[in-house]
């Protein structure tokens, strides 16, 4: 069974930073992409990085620049570096590993 655990969310102010990591268990962790997804309240759970196998990444075009998809396969971990954070980047954050994997879901919250 696939169990993911997010942590490293918080209430950080504008232009700060955080990093969030995704602990996973129960499977082969190298050999599947990972991704964070964001959802703030009304809106829909939007992708914001992923991270394939081979270590390729891709972004959404709101937080290129400024976010860092990495992965430590040794550690069967995924993390996502936020720099430069800006209110609108307040949402719950959630891992999630290919073939239909979600954690729980850390808060990040963004203050002016």
């Known amino acids: 069974q696939v169990h993911l655990v997010e942590s490293g969310g918080g209430l950080v102010q504008f232009g700060g930073s955080l990093r969030l990591s995704c602990a996973a268990s129960g499977s082969i962790f190298s050999i599947y992409a990972m991704a964070w997804y964001r959802q703030a309240p009304g809106k829909q759970r939007e992708l914001v990085a992923v991270?394939?196998?081979?270590?390729?990444?891709n972004y959404a075009d709101s937080v290129k620049g400024r976010f860092t998809i990495s992965r430590d396969n040794a550690k069967n971990t995924v993390y996502l570096q936020m720099n430069r954070l800006k209110p609108e980047d307040t949402a719950v954050y959630y891992c999630y590993r290919e073939r239909g994997y979600w954690g729980q879901g850390t808060q990040v919250t963004v203050s002016s």
């Open positions: 991270i394939s196998s081979d270590g390729s990444t």
